[in-house]
């Protein structure tokens, strides 16, 4: 079992940036971000494989950055011209090898082994 912890989320303008972390209690091969919005379906945003393999949602594509520190076993999100539509819960997610990440969908497969409990992030217009 792993236990995950988010840090990082907050409030912000459009435009602006935000980082999230996610601090693990072991070291897992394949880590993501999901979010979900107020009456939506909780979906991938970013997710980093074994050998540090990436997959980013189209919709995040070039304005988020994923990425590890395995010494560390931290997660991290770099958030950057953020938008209205990014406002949500931000959930980490970890999984056991074997796994992967799932190209274009910011998810890892087949499915997480692990939850954090979520960080709100809100951008305001």
């Known amino acids: 079992q792993v236990q995950l912890v988010e840090s990082g989320g907050g409030s912000v303008q459009a435009g602006g940036s935000l980082r999230l972390s996610c601090s693990a209690s072991?070291?897992?091969?394949?880590m993501a971000w999901y979010r979900q919005a107020p009456g939506k379906e909780r979906e991938g945003v970013a997710s980093?494989?074994?050998?540090?393999?990436?997959s980013y949602a189209a919709s995040v594509k070039g304005r988020f950055t994923i990425s590890r520190d395995n010494a560390k076993n931290t997660l991290v999100l770099q958030m950057n011209s953020l938008r209205v539509e990014d406002s949500g819960v931000y959930y980490c997610?970890?999984?056991?090898?074997?796994?992967?990440?799932?190209?274009?969908?910011?998810?890892?497969?087949?499915?997480?082994?692990?939850w954090g409990q979520g960080t709100l992030v809100t951008v305001s217009s």
């Open positions: 997610a970890a999984e056991f090898f074997p796994c992967a990440v799932v190209d274009g969908t910011g998810e890892i497969g087949p499915a997480p082994d692990a």
């Open positions: 072991t070291s897992t091969a394949c």
């Open positions: 980093i494989g074994r050998i540090d393999t990436t």
